[in-house]
């Protein structure tokens, strides 16, 4: 089994910035894509940033510029860093690993953390 623990939420003014953090456990074989999605009430959850472990990244337009997706393979761990924070990027960030397991080497899974909230004021 994996599981994610993310950490880093909270409230901050517009223009603040807010850094998440995730680390993935568990009878892991790899990490391949880990990402960052958010949701609102009554939206569907949505992509935000993700980075492969070659260090490909990728990012929602709203976010290109601001946010900046990193992690630490060694640590099986992301992180987004939150710039220029504004109040519509107040909601739910979730934590979503793709892994290979120990014992299924060949098959990928994917994981999601509880989900972190963050708060901007305006």
């Known amino acids: 089994q994996v599981q994610l623990v993310e950490s880093g939420g909270g409230l901050v003014q517009a223009g603040g910035t807010l850094r998440l953090s995730c680390v993935a456990s568990?009878?892991?074989?790899?990490?391949?894509?880990m990402g960052w999605y958010r949701q609102a009430p009554g939206k569907q959850r949505e992509l935000v940033a993700d980075i492969t472990n070659g260090g490909t990244t990728n990012y929602a337009d709203s976010v290109k510029g601001r946010f900046t997706i990193s992690r630490d393979n060694a640590k099986n761990t992301v992180y987004l860093q939150m710039n220029n924070l504004k109040p519509e990027d107040t909601t739910v960030y979730y934590c979503?690993?793709?892994?290979?397991?120990?014992?299924?080497?060949?098959?990928?899974?994917?994981?999601w953390g509880q989900g972190t909230q963050v708060t901007v004021s305006s």
């Open positions: 979503n690993a793709r892994v290979t397991l120990l014992r299924h080497p060949g098959t990928e899974y994917m994981y």
């Open positions: 568990g009878s892991i074989f790899s990490v391949n894509v």
